[in-house]
């Protein structure tokens, strides 16, 4: 793993990054490293969108959710975000209250709720996705076209591969 540190070998960020250097942790298990790297991006992520449109990350995987599918029910966000039942009914409620989504009940015995994007919730969906992909390019600016290409299909082959091997 490359160490190269744009604030230079001599910054107090260089040294410290040199101390608590992540490619031991990359070099000792990998899945540990991948999971520092998510939590790393998604608490910087989750900030950004508290502070600037009222919403964290796990809202934010509900509305991409539903900006795709249009109108699941929470056990299909649960599948679809891979967030627990609990995560995803509170932050449904967040969002019912911000009229971002609407929650609507289905069948008596079943007791289904079903949760849709409203039109300013697909406002805002939108306004936060140019934002994330600037982001986004910013964060993937430190690799070529080809590297980006690479990483996105060595991850899939992970992904995929992660998914086989849970179901054995």
């Known amino acids: 793993m490359n160490n190269v540190n744009p604030e230079g070998r001599d910054s107090p960020i260089a040294a410290h990054t040199l101390a608590l250097d992540p490619s031991a ?17 998604t608490r910087e992520a989750s900030s950004y969108y508290r502070s600037h449109y009222g919403v964290g990350i796990v ?15 929470a056990a299909e966000l649960t599948r679809v ?9 509170r932050s449904s409620r967040v969002l019912q209250r911000l009229e971002l989504v609407t929650l609507t009940m289905t069948g008596r015995k079943e007791r289904r709720v079903m949760v849709k994007l409203t039109a300013p919730g697909r406002a805002l969906y ?13 964060i993937m600016s430190a690799l070529s076209p080809e590297e980006r290409i690479m990483l996105t299909g060595m991850l899939t082959r992970l992904f995929w591969k992660i998914s086989e091997t849970s179901l054995a």
Do not use: W
Not at 25 to 41: G, Q
Not at 62 to 72: D, F, K, R, S, W
Not at 81 to 89: E, F, Q, R, W, Y
């Open 81 to 89: 975000t891979d967030l627990d039942k609990g995560a995803v009914s």
């Open 59 to 73: 809202e934010m995987r509900i509305l991409y959710a539903l900006a795709v599918h249009e109108e699941l029910s």
């Open 126 to 138: 939108q306004e936060i996705l140019e934002n994330a992909q600037q982001r986004e390019q910013e």
């Open 25 to 41: 942790i990359f070099a000792s298990h990998f899945p540990t490293f991948i999971a520092i790297l998510s939590n790393r991006m």
